[in-house]
T-cell receptor, first 109, second 117 residues
């Protein structure tokens, strides 16, 4: 069993829809990362959070440490949001990450 | 935000060739660099952790003589795939942390797609 599980694996939405991607983890992590990977492979760090909620533009990330669960929300989705969204956490003190398998999001115009 | 420049972005070469991938932190000092590998439709997996000025720590199953990592300065880490074979074809990506530790943001390079013929 993967220590970081994401759902759904694939998600297709219409432009404007509200998107939610979920992440559950079984390891004790100090902070959870949400990353965005574009088709070319490059990765952009969206959020790093250890409690509560963070917002950046149309993106919102929440985390519940007790339940070991995090969600990434995208409001008013747009085709340019199409990418793979990955949650990841550092299982130890070094800072290296273990990754979920990613959620492939396609937003149709 | 902090930037990590990774080169080359794509390499196609013959079996037996050695390939060097560079990662440079442009506006911060990367005390720690991580090297990850991603096979098609799979999660990113950690290959090795390198701290500036010391030997890299390799994950189980990663051959240190095959994947040479050098982190000689706070702004440059290199991964050399020696005598590459088709099974080494993969997507390689680095990330850097300033100051080390699990509570710091990670800054990723754009990755290198390696194809060995």
């Amino acid at each position: 069993k993967n220590e970081v599980e994401q759902s759904p694996q694939n998600l297709t939405a219409q432009e404007g829809e509200f998107i939610t991607i979920n992440c559950s983890y079984s390891v004790g992590i100090s902070a959870l990362h949400w990353l965005q990977q574009h088709p070319g492979g490059g990765i952009v760090s969206l959020f790093m959070l250890s409690s509560g909620k963070k917002k950046h533009g149309r993106l919102i990330a929440t985390i519940n440490i007790q339940e070991k669960h995090s969600s990434l929300h995208i409001t008013a989705s747009h085709p340019r949001d199409s990418a793979v969204y990955i949650c990841a956490g550092p299982p130890g003190s070094q800072g290296n990450l273990i990754f979920g398998k990613g959620t492939k999001l396609s937003v149709k115009p | 935000g902090a930037v990590v420049s990774q080169h080359p972005s794509r390499v196609i070469c013959k079996s037996g060739t050695s390939v060097k991938i560079e990662c440079r932190s442009l506006d911060f000092q990367a005390t720690t660099m991580f090297w990850y590998r991603q096979f098609p439709k799979k999660s990113l997996m950690l290959m090795a952790t390198s701290n500036e000025g010391s030997k890299a720590t390799y994950e189980q199953g990663v051959e240190k003589d095959k994947f040479l990592i050098n982190h000689a300065s706070l702004t440059l880490s290199t991964l050399t795939v020696t005598s590459a074979h088709p099974e080494d074809s993969s997507f390689y990506i680095c990330s850097g942390i300033e100051g080390g530790g699990a509570g710091k943001p990670q800054h990723f390079g754009d990755g290198t797609r390696l194809s060995i013929l």
